[in-house]
């Protein structure tokens, strides 16, 4: 029988791939995707707890569905199977099934390849089912073969998990200890999916520079040279990993960014701040001049390389010269894009227990549109110096006008060019005409690109 499966994803790219993993393992049971949750014989929300504002919109969303469900029994159309999945159930599980005792599983990051079983018992009225245990199985050699991201640009999670412990972060405890996939499984995904039709993979892992999985000797392996591995797999067109930690940028990964033709020249590497004091506050473990010396570094191997962060300001105790700190790295840095955020306490995490120590609400949100003014404008001016220049774009997708198509520079712009849709899944040429705040605009360099459909 066909049923329709409603997945809504919120947070990190983790999650978007973990969405997608979820969605494959519930096809064979006959479940296919729908984008209308009213209709749906099961919803998933697969959530985040990174900051208090996504953790909330797991309770609204949840009676949103409850009221989706009711209205489709009165509707004599069956019943609706309600999960909750991702980080917010792992931290929270106990919470959400006395707050939202209508939901019918909660389940964490590490369990979702259980999701047959569980549904299986959902069907048979067994109770609710509560999975927030770090199974001692990694989940990954548990998914089918077909459970592969097969777009054109496309994720591949090769590490989980964060042994970091940033005093402000939940991720450490809600995703579990570090852990690398091996070799051999990843270049066999790797290779599924350009067999697929992706051109372009994203390595993902929550700190994706640690990665140390096991190569085919049985010894630890660096990312860079697992960069180097996929570099070999034929077919795949560009390579990408995020997210990174300072710490971790090795003298290979940087020089992997030299050495490496499908490494595309960006990277996110966020610093939360400026100060050293914050910094080591926050436990980061490096300083301002050290995150300074490695993008140096970086740009000695790499000097086109884009360069993405994250910030946070009004992190406990941060004073005014501090935070002026944290722009000051912004200007010398001068950053391609960024993203940058409010501190939100977090339970659980050391940070939260720093209670007298709380910046204000007004003035945490006065210094987020100083630095968000300021990233913004170094964006702007990233993305004008492109007019005029030559740029390859992935043509990914249809865009929102007639005759528009949308993918991205090597350098992770978006670009628009007016094209017909058969051009979807080629390498092209653009010239760029256009630099705005969030993307590029251009037409295709004539004869860069195959005209045949
Ligand atoms: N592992 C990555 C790293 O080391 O930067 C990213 C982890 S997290 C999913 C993404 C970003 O969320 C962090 O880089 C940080 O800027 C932000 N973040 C994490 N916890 C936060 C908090 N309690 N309040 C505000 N922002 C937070
Ligand atoms: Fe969180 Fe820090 Fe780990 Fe990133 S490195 S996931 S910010 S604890």
Do not use: W
Request: aromatic share 6%; charged share 25%.
């Amino acid at each position: 029988m066909n049923k329709k499966l409603y997945i809504s994803t919120y947070g990190c790219q983790m999650n978007v791939y973990d969405s997608a993993r979820m969605a494959d393992l519930m096809s064979p049971l006959g479940y296919s995707l729908t984008n209308k949750p009213a209709d749906a014989d099961m919803a998933i929300l697969n959530t985040c707890h990174i900051r208090e504002k996504a953790s909330e919109k797991t309770f609204s969303e949840l009676g949103r569905l409850r009221n989706l469900r009711r209205d489709k029994k009165s509707r004599d159309e069956g019943d609706m199977i309600i999960a909750v999945a991702g980080c917010v159930a792992q931290a929270e599980g106990a919470e959400i099934m006395k707050r939202a005792p209508y939901v019918d599983m909660v389940f964490g990051p590490q369990s979702y390849h259980h999701l047959p079983e569980m549904v299986a018992q959902a069907t048979r009225g067994v109770g609710h089912i509560l999975e927030t245990e770090f199974p001692v199985e990694p989940k990954f050699d548990h998914l089918p073969e077909e459970a592969i991201d097969k777009n054109l640009s496309a994720f591949l999670t090769v590490q989980e998990g964060c042994d970091k412990f940033c005093a402000f972060c939940v991720v450490p405890y809600t995703r579990g200890a570090e852990f690398s996939r091996p070799v051999a499984a990843i270049i066999d995904e790797a290779k599924r999916m350009v067999a697929a039709g992706t051109r372009e993979i994203t390595l993902l892992g929550q700190n994706v520079n640690a990665y140390h999985g096991e190569g085919a000797d049985g010894k630890s392996v660096s990312l860079a040279r697992l960069i180097k591995e996929l570099a070999e797999v034929e077919g795949l067109d560009r390579l990408r990993y995020t997210t990174s930690h300072p710490l971790e940028m090795s003298e290979d990964l940087c020089s992997a960014h030299r050495d490496i033709d499908i490494l595309m020249p960006y990277l996110h590497l966020p610093v939360q701040a400026g100060s050293d004091r914050i910094l080591a506050a926050m436990n980061r473990r490096h300083t301002a001049d050290e995150y300074r010396r490695i993008i140096d570094k970086l740009r000695h191997y790499r000097p086109d390389l884009a360069l993405s962060g994250d910030f946070i300001v009004g992190f406990p105790g941060e004073t005014d010269q501090e935070f002026e700190d944290t722009l000051q790295l912004v200007r010398d840095v001068e950053y391609a894009q960024a993203y940058s955020f409010k501190y939100s306490p977090r339970p659980g995490t050391p940070a939260a227990a720093l209670d007298g120590e709380m910046i204000d609400e007004a003035v945490k949100s006065e210094r987020l549109a100083r630095l968000q003014a300021l990233l913004n404008e170094q964006q702007l001016a990233y993305n004008r110096s492109f007019v005029g220049k030559e740029i390859d774009v992935l043509l990914e997708r249809e865009g929102k006008r007639e005759g528009q198509l949308v993918g991205r520079s090597p350098y992770m712009q978006s670009v628009f060019v007016p094209s017909p849709s058969h051009r979807i899944g080629n390498i092209a040429t653009v010239i760029v005409r256009e630099g705005n705040a969030n993307s590029l605009r251009g037409e295709l360099k004539p004869g860069s690109v195959a005209d045949a459909a």
